[in-house]
């Protein structure tokens, strides 16, 4: 991964989720991760998915990156990365379902 950082010039911390927490970035730095996504090994992408969509659910990120980083995944095919995805984006289906805006959700999600 220090060839990657050296290519894109971000900055990545709890490397293979070594610690129990969750890692925010400045913009700059979720833009240039989002960037080299696709060149992360699974379990790096996996955790960035995971930071994203619950520092957005409480309010610590914009829902602009996460749903920037989610949709990397169209791509994707690991498993690691949807499991993580789909776990944090079912919290966000609980928290919007009982919102005006549940409907907009379910629409962007299922795509009809």
């Not at 400045?26 to 989002?34: A, G, K, P, V």
């Amino acid at each position: 991964m220090l060839d990657l950082f050296v290519l894109y010039n971000w900055v990545y911390v709890n490397m293979y989720g070594a610690g129990f927490y969750r890692v925010n970035y400045d913009h700059t730095n979720w833009r240039l991760l989002i960037s080299s996504f696709h060149h992360l090994p699974d379990v790096t992408r996996a955790q960035l998915l995971d930071d994203a969509l619950n520092l957005a659910l409480s309010g610590r990120l914009t829902y602009t990156i996460a749903l920037d980083v989610t949709a990397q995944l169209i791509t994707d095919v690991e498993y690691l990365p949807w499991s993580a995805a789909l776990t944090a984006l079912e919290r966000l289906d609980t928290k919007l379902a009982l919102t005006p805006a549940y409907g907009n959700f379910k629409v962007c999600e299922t795509g009809d």
